[in-house]
Structures are given as C-alpha cells and as structure tokens.
C-alpha cells in the first residue's frame, strides 16, 4: 500500500491544525429546498432531528432557486433534451438551447456575446490564458476572488496589483505598464467577502485613458445590482464599456451550475478557441440550460426585491456571507506580482 502511516500521520496533523485554529469547515444537511426558511440538520451523524431556521447565509438573492417556473422548465429540459451531452462541447456537447441561453445572456448583460461554461469559477480558470501571453500584463485589485487568481496564475502575461480600489494606484500601474502590448484591469464588481462595490466607473475611466482592457467578475451582482439587474456595469453606469465579464447561474440566478465569459465578440471567440476548461469539460446538462432561459424571465419580474436588495449609495456596501472565512486571495496576488517582476 503507498498510502503508508506516515502520509496518514502527516494529514491527520494538518487536519488537527486546522481544526485547532477554528478554521475546519463542516457541512450542514438541508433537508429541504434551498429557501428564506430551511430544515437543517447539524450536528451531522448524530441523530439531531432537523430544525427549520432562518437562512441568511446562502447567494438566493432573489429566491429563484425553486422558483416554479424554474421548476417547469427543469423537467420540460429532461423530457425534450435527455439528461447529459456526453461529450465537450466542440464535438457533439451543444444543444439549442446552450446557444438560446448564451444569446439571452448577452442580450441582458448588454455584451457582444456569451460563452457557457460548467460555472464561474473555469470561466476563470480559462479566460486569461485565452486572450492574454507574454507580452501583457494584468492589473488586479488585490482583493479579487481566489477563482481570478487560480486563472492568472495559468497565464503567461505578468501580473501586477493595485491597492484595493485605490485610483491613483492603479493610474500608477496603468502609467508603469505603458510598454506592454495589452493591459488588463481585473476586478471583482462587488467583493463577497466586504460586501463593497468596485468603482467600476472610475476604473473604465483610466483604462479608457491608458488603453487598457476592463474584466469584471460579476457573480455577486448578476440579477439584482443596477435598475434592470444587469450587474455592477449598469450600476455604476458603464453599460456596454466592459471588455469581460464572467458571472455565475449558481447565485442569484437560479442557484444552480453554470457560468459564463461575455463581452467583446473577438475575446468572448479566442475563449472558445483556446479556453481549456470550454475544450476539455462537459456542459450544464440541458435540464439546467432550460431553466436558465426561464430564469431570464423570471429575473425581470423580480424588481421589488432586487430595489430593496440594492444599496442606497453608489459606493454602497452589501452584506457580506454569513460564516466565510476571509479570503488571503490578495496575498497570493501580491507575491505572484513580485515574482512576475523579478522575472
């Protein structure tokens, strides 16, 4: 057996470590639809009956996630569309209903075009090294998801930061930067762990002063940020001047898998060409793709609760997820910028 007693020692003091600086994470078991009020059981294993509370910890911003019309559509996707692809999407692995979905996306983002993904986070994980190589740079916010660093780390183009929305730290980079071939601007649109919006205005501003792309990762915006729930974009008032956004269904948005890289025509197909988790992973199956299309609809209609949802001021602060652990992601960023300028 290579899985010997020293390896099972050695995991079994990072487990204990772990657990000895309360970080270690335990699942609860919903016994229920994902809902305001759940029936959770926790302690797990222990026979504690589950006990309905209130949830406030979970992204159902707009409580679409057993929205009946959603419901509807899951089971028309399985009677009329099968169960799976069986394949990547390249080769056999895309319905009609993929690309209904993909228009629709592009249509309520306000973008050129959409590229289905299995979620957000291999949006991520594909984008950067799709449209970006060596003779660019990406400029981050320092406090940007843990999925944004994984795809930068996978790219070829140096990596810098900015101080968490400092302008004139960014006008800085963007100054410094003026060599490279493309620059990139990479933010979140609201930080999940702050609960704060980027000032996504201001940063279109200077890259449209220093010629510079803008990615936003809009996962904790789609559906409810702005007048029409477009996101952070229609929030800030910058609708249409975003290179690339990539958001999530698994939110506000239904809840469920998938996510998406939209914006400019050209990047959005450079990501179908080269993007690896697109190439070599298998699509949302198409009972998800449907109800994703009713979600759309479903969206619209749910403006009373995206106004009461919305912050009063434009630098508004949401509030953050209930019992996540803060995120070092910025940390990462900052000795991968070191690294790239050493190299």
Same mark, same amino acid.
């Given at each position: 057996?290579?899985?010997?007693?020293?390896?099972?020692?050695?995991?079994?003091?990072?487990?204990?470590?772990?657990?000895? %600086?309360?970080?270690?994470?335990?699942?609860?078991?919903?016994?229920?639809?994902? !809902?305001?009020?759940?029936?959770?059981?926790?302690?797990?294993? %222990?026979?504690?009956?589950?006990?309905?509370?209130?949830?406030?910890?979970?992204?159902? $911003?707009?409580?679409?996630?057993?929205?009946?019309?959603?419901?509807?559509?899951?089971?028309?996707?399985?009677?009329?569309?099968?169960?799976?692809?069986?394949?990547?999407?390249?080769?056999?692995?895309?319905?009609?209903?993929?690309?209904?979905?993909?228009?629709?996306?592009?249509?309520?983002?306000?973008?050129?075009?959409?590229?289905?993904?299995?979620?957000? #986070?291999?949006?991520?994980?594909?984008?950067?090294?799709?449209?970006?190589?060596?003779?660019?740079?990406?400029?981050?916010?320092?406090?940007?998801?843990?999925?944004?660093?994984?795809?930068?780390?996978?790219?070829?183009?140096? @990596?810098? @930061?900015?101080?968490?929305?400092? #302008?004139?730290?960014?006008?800085?980079?963007?100054?410094?930067?003026?060599?490279?071939?493309?620059?990139?601007?990479?933010?979140?649109?609201?930080?999940?762990?702050?609960?704060?919006?980027?000032?996504?205005?201001?940063?279109?501003?200077? !890259?449209?002063?220093?010629?510079?792309?803008?990615?936003?990762?809009?996962?904790?915006?789609?559906?409810?940020?702005?007048? @029409?729930?477009?996101?952070?974009?229609?929030?800030?008032?910058?609708?249409?001047?975003?290179?690339?956004?990539?958001? @999530?269904?698994?939110?506000?948005?239904?809840?469920?898998?998938?996510?998406?890289?939209?914006?400019?025509?050209?990047?959005?197909?450079?990501?179908?060409?080269?993007?690896?988790? $697109?190439?070599?992973?298998?699509?949302?199956?198409?009972?998800?793709?449907?109800?994703?299309?009713?979600?759309?609809?479903?969206?619209? %209609?749910?403006?009373?609760?995206?106004?009461?949802?919305?912050?009063?001021?434009?630098?508004?602060?949401?509030?953050?997820?209930?019992?996540? %652990?803060?995120?070092?992601?910025?940390?990462?960023?900052?000795?991968?910028?070191?690294?790239?300028?050493?190299?």
């Amino acid at each position: 057996m290579t899985y010997s007693g020293r390896a099972r020692e050695h995991y079994q003091g990072e487990l204990a470590g772990i657990r000895g %600086q309360g970080l270690f994470k335990e699942e609860r078991y919903i016994h229920s639809p994902q !809902a305001a009020e759940i029936e959770v059981e926790f302690p797990v294993g %222990q026979g504690v009956a589950p006990k309905r509370v209130i949830n406030l910890c979970a992204n159902n $911003y707009l409580g679409l996630s057993s929205h009946p019309e959603v419901l509807r559509a899951a089971h028309e996707g399985l009677d009329h569309r099968g169960y799976g692809m069986s394949s990547v999407r390249f080769i056999c692995g895309t319905q009609d209903v993929h690309r209904e979905l993909e228009h629709r996306l592009t249509e309520f983002l306000g973008t050129e075009d959409t590229l289905l993904f299995p979620s957000c #986070m291999d949006a991520n994980a594909g984008v950067f090294e799709a449209i970006l190589g060596e003779q660019d740079v990406m400029i981050a916010d320092r406090l940007v998801h843990a999925s944004i660093v994984d795809g930068m780390r996978l790219c070829k183009a140096m @990596t810098d @930061t900015f101080k968490h929305s400092d #302008m004139a730290h960014l006008e800085e980079k963007l100054q410094e930067h003026q060599d490279k071939r493309f620059r990139m601007v990479i933010t979140d649109g609201v930080f999940s762990m702050d609960g704060d919006v980027a000032k996504v205005d201001e940063i279109v501003a200077l !890259a449209e002063k220093y010629d510079a792309m803008v990615f936003v990762d809009d996962s904790h915006a789609s559906g409810f940020m702005g007048k @029409t729930g477009r996101g952070t974009h229609e929030h800030c008032g910058v609708l249409g001047r975003i290179d690339v956004i990539t958001t @999530t269904l698994g939110k506000a948005l239904g809840g469920a898998s998938g996510g998406c890289v939209s914006g400019r025509r050209e990047l959005v197909e450079m990501c179908r060409q080269r993007a690896r988790p $697109y190439l070599r992973d298998r699509l949302r199956r198409p009972q998800g793709a449907r109800p994703a299309v009713a979600l759309h609809r479903a969206a619209r %209609q749910a403006g009373v609760e995206r106004r009461l949802l919305a912050p009063p001021a434009h630098r508004g602060r949401l509030r953050p997820e209930a019992g996540r %652990q803060p995120d070092r992601s910025g940390d990462a960023l900052q000795r991968q910028a070191r690294a790239g300028r050493r190299a």
